[in-house]
């Protein structure tokens, strides 16, 4: 079973920090642009972050750029999302995302449409 599960989530103060992870199975993932979004109650989910196939080429929205580093391990077909400096507008439902219609992407894509698989989120509440 090709699955996406994401871990690392909670409940922090503004300031403080977190690591998402985001396992992957059922196949080999390091042919493809992985990605990390969120969804805050009533919103519509949103991309954070984005890495290619070989890590060297990463992208993130405005919001969390500084705060925010993706990365992923390929030997352990997992991804990573640190967020230092949490805010409460951080809350949210954080998505991981695999860009399985394209492999080599050199470029991580940051449209929900561009990911076919989608892990089940992890809670991120941010207090302030």
């Known amino acids: 079973q090709v699955q996406l599960v994401e871990s690392g989530g909670g409940l922090v103060q503004a300031g403080d920090s977190l690591r998402l992870s985001c396992a992957a199975s059922g196949r ?53 999302l640190q967020m230092n400096s949490l805010k409460p507008e951080d809350t949210a439902v954080y998505y991981c995302a695999a860009d399985l219609s394209r492999r080599f992407r050199s470029y991580p894509p940051i449209a929900t449409t561009d990911y076919p698989l989608w892990g089940q989120g992890t809670q991120v509440t941010v207090s302030s």
């Not at 919103?43 to 196939?53: C, P």
């Not at 929205?61 to 705060?67: E, F, I, L, M, Q």
């Open 28 to 80: 080999t993932f390091g042919d493809y642009a992985m990605g990390w979004f969120r969804q805050a109650p009533g919103k519509e989910r949103a991309f954070v972050a984005g890495i290619s196939w070989t890590g060297g080429s990463t992208y993130y929205a405005d919001s969390v750029k500084g705060r925010f580093t993706i990365s992923r391990d390929n030997a352990k077909n997992t991804v990573y």
